[in-house]
T-cell receptor
Framework: NAGVTQTPKFQVLKTGQSMTLQCAQDMNHNSMYWYRQDPGMGLRLIYYSASEGTTDKGEVPNGYNVSRLNKREFSLRLESAAPSQTSVYFC???????????FGSGTQLSVL | AQKITQTQPGMFVQEKEAVTLDCTYDTSDPSYGLFWYKQPSSGEMIFLIYQGSYDQQNATEGRYSLNFQKARKSANLVISASQLGDSAMYFCAMREGGGGADGLTFGKGTHLIIQP
């Protein structure tokens, strides 16, 4: 049982390049999330999707776009990467509001 | 104002001692949930314990317990008989029951180091 799978695990980009972070869950969860983690800042919500076909902005959405491709997959796109987007990115999902979040293993992104 | 406050950036504790990690929260919603996660140096996020705002008893999971004081808006994590493997970052998080984003809001974390 894979849970939440994120790819890639590591990525280095140059300023202005674009990339998509992929996330898939096999637990039939409705809600999926993208967080970023910066030193001393905890985890901050970028975007979320409460169900297939819907997406909403979180606390720090600027510079990102998302796609909920189907119930399993939720991707995060950086159209024009900036050094301020250097961070660790986590995808997560959950079954219901009272349930814990299941996290992927994270993507370490560096933008030079 | 911060919704989740963790006032201890770092803690050093002797092995086998009990540890209390502080967490205070701010919400006007009567329905909310409080979570604790552990993040070891390998980076994964590990769920430890959950407390609902209407739960009458403090949550416990093995060596972990949550000291929930609703009037004081605190949800401290207690680790009994600490072990070297407990060294990690610990995050307190809250989910509020109202509309809008239903993801978790995280505190900035406490870096716990267990010393032999």
């Amino acid at each position: 049982n894979a849970g939440v799978t994120q790819t890639p695990k590591f990525q280095v980009l140059k300023t202005g390049q674009s990339m998509t972070l992929q996330c898939a869950q096999d637990m039939n969860h409705n809600s999926m999330y993208w967080y970023r983690q910066d030193p001393g800042m905890g985890l901050r919500l970028i975007y979320y999707s409460a169900s297939e076909g819907t997406t909403d902005k979180g606390e720090v959405p600027n510079g990102y776009n998302v796609s909920r491709l189907n119930k399993r997959e939720f991707s995060l796109r950086l159209e024009s990467a900036a050094p301020s987007q250097t961070s660790v990115y986590f995808c997560a999902s959950h079954r219901g509001r009272e349930e814990k979040l299941f996290f992927g293993s994270g993507t370490q992104l560096s933008v030079l | 104002a911060q919704k989740i406050t963790q006032t201890q950036p770092g803690m050093f504790v002797q092995e086998k001692e009990a540890v209390t990690l502080d967490c205070t929260y701010d919400t006007s919603d009567p329905s909310y949930g409080l979570f604790w996660y552990k993040q070891p140096s390998s980076g994964e996020m590990i769920f430890l314990i959950y407390q609902g705002s209407y739960d009458q008893q403090n949550a416990t999971e093995g060596r972990y317990s949550l000291n929930f004081q609703k009037a004081r808006k605190s949800a401290n994590l207690v680790i009994s008989a600490s072990q070297l493997g407990d060294s990690a970052m610990y995050f307190c998080a809250m989910r509020e029951g109202g509309g809008g984003a239903d993801g978790l809001t995280f505190g900035k974390g406490t870096h716990l180091i267990i010393q032999p």
